[in-house]
């Protein structure tokens, strides 16, 4: 009984700070997505591809490692805002981690012109620890979860991590270009995911052939209007 408890006291602390981060994040035009999916799927370059595609959104990266901060130089070489979290062991990110970093943040104000664009807020890419079990149990703060999962990691992901399916509201399947030489069974994929989570946008994508990256951020920019759009923000 006791490890239960104190299971559930960790899970109520982590909930209680994660709400107040929604809430100021809301509350200044950032949208938040907890960027989910194993070592090797391809997170940071889907990221990339996402970023370059952002019409009204200013981009955000926290980066979250258990050592390194190779990823979120690799962003700030291109100009982007990064942040680097390293949890020196931890597999997945949590509230308080993120909490302490978005504090770091200097938003940018929707309306302000940047490079000749008008913005409505910002966009925080949360690209949580590779790991497909520990970060889907931790609400960090997010809006939303996004989950990336490379047709080269195989069509039985669904089923042997149901949680991190189940709770991701846009999933990106990619290196699509590498389905003619792998035994990827995209029905059986797709069916797992369904069997799961039956609203949950599925978006294939190939960096090699740029597929699919126009339709994920636009549709990341739908999600941010809809979270954050009618908010009063200072």
């Known amino acids: 009984m ?12 982590n909930d209680h700070i994660a709400h107040h981060t929604n809430h100021d994040l809301t509350h200044k035009a950032a949208f938040a997505l907890n960027v989910m999916g194993s070592p090797g799927a391809g997170k940071t370059t889907a ?13 955000v990266v926290i980066e979250g490692d258990i050592e390194s901060d190779i990823d979120a130089v690799r962003f700030r070489s ?9 949890t020196f062991g931890a597999c997945h990110l949590d ?45 960090i703060g997010e809006h939303a979860n996004l989950l990336i999962s490379s ?6 992901k669904p089923y042997k991590y149901p949680l991190a399916f ?26 797992g995911i369904r069997h799961l989570n039956k609203t949950a946008k599925i978006i294939k994508t190939s960096v090699k052939t740029g597929e699919g990256f126009d339709e994920a951020a636009a549709l990341i920019e739908e999600f941010a209007g809809e979270a954050i759009g009618g908010h009063h923000h200072d």
């Open 2 to 13: 006791h490890d239960v408890n104190i299971k559930e006291n960790i899970y109520a602390e």
């Open 151 to 156: 047709a080269a990691e195989g069509s039985d």
């Open 95 to 139: 509230a308080p981690m993120v909490r302490n970093a978005v504090q770091n943040i200097d938003f940018v104000k929707p309306g302000e012109n940047a490079e000749g664009k008008i913005l409505k807020g910002s966009v925080i890419f949360i690209e949580n620890v590779g790991n497909l079990v520990c970060p889907a149990e931790f609400s």
């Open 47 to 59: 990221l990339e591809n996402i970023i370059k595609r952002l019409k009204a959104y200013e981009p």
């Open 78 to 86: 291109q100009g982007v805002k990064a942040y680097q979290i390293n």
């Open 166 to 191: 189940e709770k991701a509201e846009i999933i990106l399947l990619t290196k699509t270009d590498l389905i003619p030489y792998l035994e990827f069974d995209e029905e059986y994929f797709i069916s």
